[in-house]
């Protein structure tokens, strides 16, 4: 009986028509979601609450939403679990509104994000994602498939394995040092017929090299750098034909508080136009162009995806700040 008086306790509403889950709520006294109605709204004008409008539908069809609860041992705990329901169940707010949560906030607590994607960056997760002609929007792009295979090249004449080709599967629970990442994206690419183009002026060389991972239908940008055109176009492959793409690094200057001397560190730029946990439109990415969109393929041609400049609204970014940059 003492469990069932729970002080604490989050409440979602389900559509009585096709059972999905619409709202997610938090509150004190269970009344609070039993006698959820229209009237409980009164001081929301139709017009900027998406629970009222919702429900006086309802009511016009003579229907309520079905209430399930579940009780908290704190008030802390409650909002976790509130949290973590909408981001579970968010989707971007442009997608149709009978797939959207009627929740115009995201809860107060962690949300999940895809693995691999630090903390500080969990809302990037929720954004609207990118779509190939916003990408296009910011210049040329290069985006390669980060895929949970390892990879090593073998030359099949004389069975020799190239030891410096070797790259690992993407373990992105474990492969979260910034360094670890970055060598994990730049290389190993057979870029060679594009390099040609861009060399020859056939083609505008991306600007940007952006990683992709996960499912087909759940993408998100693993990372994202801004390539050095220069050493670009004048790189030489490695074994087998493969390359590594130069990116620009980010370099800062720190004082040493005891000796008053400044040290210059050099870090990876992985969150260029603060792309970086952004999750990308499902299938419009990848060199094979099928009936249901774009995919990767399991060829190592088909690894990489060049975007051309689109001229497009690129990616919603706030303005970017100026960053000290030099070559990898």
């Not at 409440?11 to 006294?29: E, H, K, Q, S």
């Not at 296009?136 to 004449?157: R, W």
Request: hydrophobic fraction near 35%.
């Amino acid at each position: 009986m003492a469990h069932d008086l729970s002080k604490h306790f989050v409440y979602l509403y389900r559509d009585p028509i096709d059972n999905r889950i619409r709202y997610v709520g938090l509150a004190t006294l269970q009344a609070r979601a039993k006698y959820q109605r229209p009237e409980a709204h009164r001081r929301c004008q139709p017009e900027k609450c998406n629970v009222r409008r919702w429900l006086d539908d309802l009511a016009e069809l003579g229907r309520t939403p079905n209430i399930e609860v579940i009780n908290c041992d704190s008030e802390a705990q409650a909002k976790a679990i509130e949290a973590a329901l909408i981001s579970a169940l968010w989707v971007p707010q442009d997608a149709p509104a009978e797939a959207r949560l009627l929740n115009k906030i995201k809860g107060c607590g962690s949300r999940f994000r895809p693995l691999g994607l630090p903390l500080a960056l969990e809302d990037r997760a929720h954004r609207s994602p990118v779509s190939r002609a916003a990408l296009g929007g910011l210049g040329p792009a290069l985006v390669v498939n980060i895929s949970s295979k390892s990879f090593h090249e073998v030359d099949q004449a004389s069975d020799k394995t190239f030891k410096t080709l070797e790259r690992p599967g993407a373990v992105l629970a474990s492969r979260t040092d910034e360094k670890l990442v970055l060598e994990r994206y730049t290389g190993w690419w057979m870029i060679g017929t594009q390099l040609e183009r861009w060399r020859d002026g056939d083609e505008e060389p991306p600007r940007l090299l952006v990683a992709v991972t996960g499912h087909t239908e759940r993408k998100w940008i693993w990372a994202a750098s801004r390539i050095d055109i220069p050493k670009l176009l004048t790189t030489e492959p490695e074994d087998g034909g493969y390359y590594r793409i130069p990116v620009l690094l980010r370099t800062s200057a720190v004082v040493d508080p005891l000796t008053g001397m400044p040290s210059v560190t050099i870090a990876p730029t992985l969150d260029a136009r603060e792309l970086r946990g952004r999750r990308v439109v499902p299938r419009d990415f990848g060199p094979r162009v099928t009936g249901r969109g774009r995919a990767f393929g399991s060829y190592t041609s088909q690894f990489f995806d060049y975007v051309p400049a689109s001229g497009c609204k690129p990616v919603d970014e706030p303005a970017p700040t100026p960053l000290e940059l030099q070559p990898a």
